[in-house]
């Protein structure tokens, strides 16, 4: 039998970090990562449609899951690497489902994330991250090409619905839990 108690140690401890900031980014790295494994079972839900297809969106699990080692090794913008990934898997899903999926929505959560986790001195990092990322939404929106996963108009409204709900439920867990690290850090300072 599992023992659920040392996993739950051990996931906290990695995610751990003397910095509230960057243990809020950690902690969001890796709820995303937990959750990747039920978004290809999501969309088979809401479209009825299944494909192997789906399975490419574990690509990034690994680099979500590798968020709190960089955040330790490269300190301060470290935390933009999460959002970074973030941006760039959204960037990849989008070729895979298609700009009708809304994926693209993701980008929202990967700016708050961004923007939230760096401070006042790392603000040359997070312009020269805004700058990287809406470069790359103007250069390949609505040029992906073809979607690799193709589904009908009732399936891509119903995928969209899931996208518009997932992007906002995580900007709203990330204002949330980025509210508490910032609170945690004006405290510190005081």
Not at 32 to 57: D, I, M
Not at 85 to 108: K, R, Y
Not at 135 to 151: I, K, S
Request: proline share 5%.
């Amino acid at each position: 039998m599992a023992d659920w108690s040392s996993l739950w140690r051990r996931l906290t401890d990695y995610a751990a970090a003397e910095d509230p900031l960057t243990r809020a980014s950690n902690t969001l790295a890796l709820v995303l990562a937990s959750n990747q494994p039920f978004y290809p079972f999501y969309v088979r839900w809401v479209t009825g449609e299944g494909s192997w297809l789906l399975g490419l969106t574990f690509v990034s699990t690994p680099f979500f899951l590798a968020a709190p080692w960089v955040a330790r090794r490269i300190p301060n913008i470290g935390r933009l690497y999460f959002p970074a990934v973030g941006a760039i898997n959204t960037f990849f899903c989008a070729f895979i489902f298609g700009v009708a999926s809304g994926v693209e929505l993701f980008l929202a959560p990967c700016l708050v994330i961004a923007a939230l986790s760096c401070r006042k001195g790392e603000r040359v990092a997070l312009g020269v991250f805004l700058v990287a990322l809406l470069g790359a939404f103007l250069l390949l929106h609505r040029r992906y090409g073809a979607p690799l996963y193709l589904a009908g108009p009732s399936q891509y409204d119903a995928l969209l619905s899931l996208n518009v709900y997932s992007a906002a439920i995580l900007s709203v867990i990330a204002a949330w839990t980025f509210s508490a690290a910032w609170s945690e850090t004006s405290e510190v300072r005081k």
